[in-house]
């Protein structure tokens, strides 16, 4: 298994990791199997993998109760990233309140997160989104307690902006900063991928297949069923999905070449940008998942990735990558 080290902290982890939140939240209902699931992320780390992304809202909780359970035994060997942040629903069901940041949320919630993990130490507190009501400064500095606490080695941020991410390292630190990039997803790469080879901090890709589109098993015919979070994303109506399947075609054509599935070519092309970048693409499917990591063995040469780049560029997309609501989750 290839290994990367995030940015310029010493917290190194398998080149691809793998993203647990549609074990249990967000995509198609009914879920899988729980033994299943388990099954499969230990198959994931017989595969090599080590980093293991969840959240206390996926579920909620019980997407960290999975990963807890699965990673028992083996709890040395895997680094396991979380995230806190929000107001989640009294009863338990999905979906929150609001966002929350503040100092004395975070220590609290920390404390269930570990319990639920069956670990003493989070290797990577994300802020899941960014507070506005919160200043930055105060939630690095939150976290810095708990790194002194022994209790988080690594703080990162998910969806920040570069001026809150700057705000935030100059308190503490941050090792990694988790946002959606994908070839078909490529914002990140005006501000902030700039911004974080600067500060020397990592960058965790999520989505980095497009929420499946990318795989090519989805078209404007195909049906996503009811309670899919893809039913509320601008990008996902059917219209939308027709006019971005070239995007898709783009990844075949390559795939041709290299004898590899678009997934795999989608996953080498996000490879391919920065050493310091590890992509953690989900699935509930051991096949998926052996296609997946297979990607790490497709070598895309310099002309390749300026041949897709052009091609790229002449396609036009089509759709917002989320409801309004959560794009204005994305701190500054």
Partial sequence: MQKRRLGNGNLEVSALGLGCMGMTFSYSPPFPDRKLMIALIRAAINLGVTFFD???????FTNEDLLGEALEGVRDQVVIATKFGFNLNADGSPGWQGL???????KTVVEASLKRLRTDVIDLYYQHRVDPDVPIEDVAGAVKD???AGKVKHFGLSEAGVKTIRRANAVLPVTAVQSEYSLWWRKPEEELIPTLEELGIGFVPFSPLGKGFLTGKIDEKTEIVQG???NTVPRFAPEARKANLAIVDLLAEMGRK???TPAQIALAWVLAQKPWMAPIPGTTKLARLEENLAAMSVELSPDDLKEMDAAASKIKLVGERYPENLEKMTGL
């Avoid at 969840?54 to 909620?60: C, D, H, N």
């Fill in 54 to 60: 969840t959240a206390e809202v996926y579920g909620p």
């Fill in 100 to 106: 929350n940041s503040r100092p004395e949320h975070i």
């Fill in 228 to 230: 899919d979070f893809r």
């Fill in 146 to 148: 708990l790194v002194e």
């Fill in 258 to 260: 290299k004898s590899a």
